[in-house]
């Protein structure tokens, strides 16, 4: 490491302030810049936090299994360096240490708790040697990026095995998903969490899930329990090879829509009682994961209750909102699993809904949005009072929801996020009827029509035509381009959390 690391900190956050000033955010570009000037940045400030730092990665779910991590260990009096806006790169975790350095080789917290991309794992692992990794889930996800499963697998394998970066840390995984299951067995230092609870058990394995093969034989697992995708109970019929015996249980789990949750979780230190005021079994999934990190880091199990109990949804996880005075709640889908589950919990939702669907196709989002013919819409069949369509990939969606079932009259194409926005959130009210209009530009006098003259549609029911919440389902980018457009409007906080 250089003796000059102090001014080029000075200088990357000079960079920052500059850009946040500029409205640019400001997330990765201080650390992008001082890992070019310094390449073991990362590596240095990560050896500041006197009690290292702990890795949290997942397809789905790992920024909210960071924020519950942070609110359990907060609960607990630790000072925590965490990379709360979700950047999850190398520039977005140097931007975080960077911005809790201090002079002469301090830092403003004991641990770091950083949330990392799953193709990402390997190398921070291999700068920040961390003191436990947390592993959720892995789903198909951005197959032009990522590849399939097993290739970030066997990635997360050499981090993980003997030699690797993570060889010493302790390792908390996700039973019930079969591939990390496997990536513990011969590991010494592993606590593996999972649900217990027959009642979620689904019919079948859903069409998007990844039935995985079993490591030490190759044979396919058969699986006695569906809970979420390919997560569930498995065994290897060839080698007798099973699911891991979980340590840390969720039982008793009951799912209350869109609002909140709430399980018995079991622990080493005894059993309580937690209300999530978040919804789904996904999020029970990220409970587990984070009530499992404090039992590992010794947390008492009231800090863990309470931490998780407090914790509210992070933007577009479920968070709620008003948009134009009405009740919007934002639930982010980017691969069939997540979304399949947000379809799920919004099926426990009584009556018909308004969706505002926003599915983008750039780089973060993954160029191929043929995942949408993964995800299971037709849950929605018959439950959709007005579907909007909008993103790069509007029609479509559009397209998708119709052969899933919801009539062509209550779906339209309004394909500029803006204009989307304003007119589904301003439905209140209005009968729905046809009015699948494509609009790429802003509101015209037509558009301004179609809100308040369409004659009602048979089927519509009084009690939820337009008086429930506007449920937003967009893809990655599209949730980062909403928040950027709700804080300019004053409707959201220019706070992440």
Known sequence: MSGLLGPKLALARAVGAVSRLRGSGGTSLPGKLLMRMEPSAIRALGARLPRGSVLVSATNGKTTTAALASNILQRAGVSLVHN??????????????LEAAGSRGTIAGELGLFEVDELWLDRLAAQLHPRVVVLGNLFRDQLDRYGELDTVAERWAAALNLGGPAADAGLVCNADDPLLGDLGRERP???YYGVEDDSLALKGMAH????????????????????????????CPSCGQRRPSPTVLARSVTLEGVRSASFQLSTPDGDAEVRLGLPGLY????????AALGVVLDVPLADIVEGLESTEAAFGRAEALEVEGRETRILLVKNPAGANEVLRTLALEPGRHDLLGVLNDNIADGRDVSWIWDADF??????????????????????RLKYAGIEPERIRVIEDLPHALASAAAERGAAVGSASATNGGGPTATAREERTNRPAVEGDEPEADGHGPLFVLPTYTAM????KLLVRRGEASSSWQ
């Open 208 to 235: 998007a899930a990844d039935a995985k093969h079993c490591r030490r034989c190759g044979a396919p697992y058969a699986f006695d329990a569906v809970y979420l995708g390919h997560l569930g109970h498995y065994h």
């Open 189 to 191: 230092h592993v606590l």
């Open 480 to 483: 980062l381009a909403l928040r």
């Open 283 to 290: 999020n029970v999934y990220n409970a587990l994961a984070a």
């Open 378 to 399: 037709e849950l929605l069949a018959g439950r959709v009072r007005l579907a909007t369509c909008s993103g790069t990939r509007a029609p479509e969606l559009a397209l």
């Open 84 to 97: 709360r806006s979700g950047a999850n790169m190398a520039g977005g975790i140097a931007s975080t240490l």
